[in-house]
């Protein structure tokens, strides 16, 4: 058993889904794709391979009675995981998940339950323009009866997503493109990362950052470069948006008293608005500033890379945010705005 | 194929489905079931025929109208009615209500009140049984206005390309609440919906138990060989408003004329016939069966009247 190991995030989660199906022969995976050559960014060939197209199987365009089909699966016994190549195809499933599987349980007086997995991959690094490129964990994470889950390093893909295959509640994974081929040590052994648990990335106690998916990274990125000129920020991973883990973001906002969220999605009703929300109503009294967000500006996704640098605020709009937030007197971008290194190396198609 | 014993439990369904309605039209008024009745009189014959079919082991997902699929399924009576006064004895515990029942001690996996939406939970049943090698059939319930539904076609799809062991029964009673087939369709064709995907189709009268009961047993005998999926249609009428104990002819919508015929039609009227003229049950049969059943819905009123409110789960 080497601790050390290192795996991509897409290979984690290979691996996760071998070692669920292996551990649970009713796991089986579903999904436009999932048994070509491609296997969805790599993530299901290897499943593919071992088990074959009876467990891994190629799927109609169907995206809505594909999560029926899932369901009916779920609360008959089995446990599908479900899989898409982007989150936007989900919005042709929102019948199934919102109306049927959050809600099965519970219309079932708590009898029976409906373990589905739905994977889903937000686009970005190539012109993935409006329609391809969408983070959406905010509309699941409003509907009460399903779990939302944002691994932010190949530790937590894996972690998460064993987790999810024996949970007995639909999960939904929002997975970040750009994080597929980051590196994180991965235990080879089977391991779970609990749900509504987050984990304190790095201590600090000038300001609190609380980011999801990839703003994780970028808050790193931030933080390393806020501590070169003596600012020390507090970075909490929360992991899942539903349920949510405000114990960790609490204990930490109570200490530095000074938040500010991150996400990859807008923040207009955004899940960063909900964090704001619990920490407004519970350390109203302690913050010495009032809460910031960086997330996306409420217009769809451009596709034309100069707008794409524009649109997605990084490590200089999370910098210029804890200035604001320290008040320290800087305020706006003095430096050219930069690509994260996982954006600007990515090469097309996609 | 018919003979006494066929003729007891189905004449029993069918008498169970019409009065435990007909009790739940008339205690309506009184306001104390708190939720949307849907009912099903008029279109027994459906529920029962494909039920005779089917074990405790088979799959059932119905629709917002399910009185009839619970109960043909086997379902508890006492329990239904507990969950139409939002009991803790409910079916579903009152959290779901008339729209919503569920006995999966009989298979009975639910019902969605999104029409359509309990299509594809079906075919996913069916893909269970068959990933499991199970020997059973799943069934989905559903009206005319479901066929309409993207996720019908996208569904039989799915269940003919997996051969799935998958029968879709469409209750077409040739109205979606208040609009009728004919403005919603170009034709009165829905038994042929599945011929692009290779699923056979009928068309019977869904008034006509016996009818109905024939080809399930098609449908389940084309399951069993392992070439997929049915879709059956069956002809029908309901006899009430589309919610509510009411009739509703005056509405324009339906014609007396038109309800007339088909109360003509009635289809637990039409099989007590049957019985009696091909002696397969006697009247005092039929009396005695009719009491058995007054007599248990009565209690399953009182009960549900005196049972303890519903809690969260
Ligand atoms: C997706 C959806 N659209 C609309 C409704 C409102 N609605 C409830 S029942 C119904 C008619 C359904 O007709 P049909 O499927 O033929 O079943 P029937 O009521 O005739 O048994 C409608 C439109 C709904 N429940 N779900």
């Known amino acids: 058993m080497n601790k050390k190991r290192t795996l991509t995030y897409r290979e984690a989660i290979s691996e ?10 009713n796991v089986f995976i579903m999904g436009c794709g999932v048994d070509d050559e491609g296997g969805i960014f790599g993530t299901t060939q290897d499943a593919f391979k071992r088990f074959g197209g009876a467990r891994v199987m190629d799927a109609p ?57 739905i994977r889903a991959i937000v686009g970005r690094g190539w012109g ?9 964990q905010a509309l699941f994470s409003h509907i009460p009866g399903i779990k939302v889950m944002l691994p932010a390093t190949a530790y937590d893909a894996k972690g998460l997503l064993l987790s999810s295959l024996r949970d007995n509640q639909t999960v939904i994974s929002i997975e970040h493109r750009l994080l597929y081929e980051t590196k994180d040590s991965v235990p080879v052994e089977p391991y779970f990362v609990p749900f509504g648990k987050g984990t304190l990335k790095r201590k600090g106690a000038d300001l609190t950052i609380v980011a999801f998916s990839f703003m994780v990274k970028e808050a790193m ?81 451009p596709c034309a890379s100069n707008l794409e640098k524009e649109y997605y605020p990084g490590v200089d709009a999370l910098v210029d945010a804890c200035h604001i937030l320290l008040d320290n007197g ?19 198609p996609f | 194929m018919i003979d006494h014993q066929w003729a007891e439990k189905a004449y029993t369904l069918l008498v169970t489905i019409r009065k435990t309605e007909e009790a739940i039209a008339s205690e309506y008024k009184n306001q104390e079931m708190r939720c949307p009745v849907h009912l099903s009189i008029g279109q027994e014959a459906i529920a029962v025929g494909v039920s005779m079919c089917l074990g405790n082991e088979d799959i059932v997902f119905s629709n917002h109208r399910c009185h009839s699929h619970y109960l043909a399924k086997g379902g508890n009576l006492n329990a239904m009615i507990a969950e139409l006064y939002g009991k803790s004895t409910g079916c579903v515990k009152g959290l779901g209500g008339s729209m919503h029942l569920m006995d999966d001690e009989v298979g009975m996996l639910g019902a969605s009140s999104i029409v359509g939406g309990s299509i594809p939970l079906a075919v996913g049943a069916g893909l269970t049984l068959k990933m499991r090698e199970k020997p059973h059939v799943a069934v989905t319930f559903f009206g005319d206005g479901a ?89 029908t009428f309901r006899m009430l408003k589309h919610v509510g104990p009411e009739i509703d002819t005056s509405s324009g919508v339906r014609t007396q004329e038109e309800w007339n015929r088909w109360q003509e039609k009635c289809p637990v009227k039409k099989f007590e016939e049957l019985c009696l003229n091909e002696d397969l049950l006697s009247a005092r049969e039929t009396e005695k069966i009719q009491k058995r059943i007054e007599m248990k819905i009565d209690r399953a009123f009182e009960l549900a009247k005196s049972d303890p409110v519903a809690q969260w789960i």
Request: proline share 5%; charged share 25%.
């Open chain 1, 16 to 25: 996760a889904l071998v070692q669920g199906m292996e551990a649970d022969s």
């Open chain 1, 221 to 301: 990125d931030a933080a390393h470069r806020l501590a070169e000129e003596g600012i020390e920020v507090e970075i909490i991973d929360p992991r899942c948006s539903s349920p949510l883990d405000m114990d960790l973001i609490l204990e930490s906002v109570q200490k530095t008293c000074r938040l500010l969220v991150a996400d990859t999605g807008w923040s207009s009703y955004g899940i960063s608005a909900e964090v704001c929300t619990r920490v407004y109503g519970q350390l109203f009294d302690r913050l010495k500033a009032p809460i910031r967000r960086v997330a996306l500006p409420d217009v769809p996704t």
């Open chain 1, 61 to 117: 365009l169907a995206e809505n009675a594909i999560a029926g089909i899932g369901v009916g699966a779920a609360v008959t016994g089995m446990r599908p995981v479900i899989v898409h190549a982007r989150n936007d195809f989900l919005l042709l499933a929102m019948d199934q998940i919102v109306n049927h599987a959050s809600k099965w349980n519970f219309m079932s007086g708590g009898k029976l339950d409906c373990p589905l997995v």
């Open chain 2, 147 to 235: 066929s309409e539904e993207g996720v019908f076609h996208e569904s039989m799809n799915f269940a003919a390309l997996k051969k799935l062991p998958v029968v879709f029964v469409c209750e077409n009673n040739f109205t979606a609440t208040s609009s009728p087939l004919s403005s919603r369709r170009p034709m009165d064709n829905i038994f042929r919906h599945g011929e692009v995907f290779g699923i056979p189709g009928t068309s019977v009268d869904g008034n006509d138990v016996v009818a109905v009961y024939e080809a399930t047993r098609d449908a389940v005998q084309r399951i069993r060989k392992g070439e997929g999926p049915s879709l059956i249609e069956g002809k």
């Open chain 1, 330 to 348: 800087r305020e706006g971008n003095t430096t050219e705005k930069l690509l994260p290194a996982e954006h600007a190396r990515f090469q097309g």
């Open chain 1, 128 to 136: 993935q323009g409006a329609q391809h490129s969408q983070s959406l």
